[in-house]
């Protein structure tokens, strides 16, 4: 083997290691955001409101607003809700839960105040197949809206 070649492995080598080295540390999207849930009870205490309802409405945010997510809401575990409900939420094409769909069913639990309730990212949620776990571990609700009438 020449000095040249040996220096060619060498630097073919020392690449490798440092490409696979950074390809390893890059966050992947399920780790850019690891959401770690509280049990019912803590989400429960930390949050502002908790309701149920379907999602009616979503805006996305813009350069001047946040997102916007307006729900019908049948039961209510905490706070001031009302029958129509909006929060501030990211709506749309985000990477961290909730994501939320028109149409669909969720238990949100939102900080914030009266005025201006916010779904973070990672906040706690149920939707789906879960809901049925989620309104057994938060008990009788406070409030309850009659179905809609067709």
């Not at 916010?118 to 009659?146: H, I, K, N």
Request: net charge positive.
């Amino acid at each position: 083997m020449t000095r040249r070649s040996v220096g060619a492995l060498l630097a073919l080598v020392l690449g490798t290691a440092v490409l696979s080295t950074s390809v390893a540390l890059w966050p992947s999207a399920a780790e850019a955001c690891s959401c770690a849930w509280h049990d019912v009870p803590a989400a429960r205490d930390q949050a502002t409101h908790v309701f149920e309802g379907v999602l009616v409405n979503a805006t996305p945010r813009n350069d001047d607003t946040p997102g916007r997510a307006t729900f019908r809401v049948d039961r209510v575990w905490k706070g001031n809700v009302s029958r129509t409900f909006t929060v501030q939420a990211r709506v749309g094409l985000v990477m961290c839960p909730p994501h939320l769909e028109v149409g669909q069913r969720y238990i949100l639990y939102t900080t914030g105040t009266d005025a201006a309730p916010v779904v973070q990212a990672c906040s706690r949620y149920a939707a789906g197949d879960s809901l049925v776990t989620e309104r057994t571990a938060l008990g009788r609700p406070m409030q309850t809206y009659p179905a809609p009438r067709r």
